[in-house]
């Protein structure tokens, strides 16, 4: 499977952004087994898990910092799953990062696909 994602920018602090990552249609679907994931690395820091998503039930995962905040979707027939960030902090800039995992949820080595990552910067 291969990854594109897409919808970073530069917004205020309060703003919202919509990420998107579309996997390649040439790559074959997104199964039902499959978890959808998005990951961010600040300048400096480890990356880290911030949502999931189960593709066959829809079942979604959070990072604390983000929930009520961000939210994951969605969309089979597009192959497609999203982020919709809302109420943005300065404390989210970071490189987001769409990952693909056949086996866990939350644990970055359990991620065996991977987007190119898109820029969110949040000023202040």
């Known amino acids: 499977v291969q990854l594109q994602a897409s919808g970073g920018g530069l917004v205020q602090a309060g703003g919202s952004l919509r990420l998107s990552c579309a996997a390649s249609?040439?790559?074959?679907?997104?199964?039902?087994?499959?978890?959808m994931g998005w990951f961010r690395q600040a300048p400096g820091k480890e990356r880290e898990f911030v949502a999931a998503?189960?593709?066959?039930?829809?079942?979604?995962y959070y990072t604390d910092s983000v929930k009520g905040r961000f939210t994951i979707s969605r969309v089979s027939s597009k192959n497609s799953v999203y982020l919709q960030m809302d109420s943005l902090k300065p404390g989210d800039t970071a490189v987001y990062f769409c990952a693909k995992s056949s086996r866990g949820i939350f644990t970055i080595q359990t991620y065996d696909y991977w987007g190119q990552g898109t820029q969110v910067t949040v000023s202040s």
């Open positions: 249609a040439a790559s074959g679907r997104i199964l039902s087994s499959h978890i």
């Open positions: 998503i189960r593709w066959g039930a829809g079942t979604t």
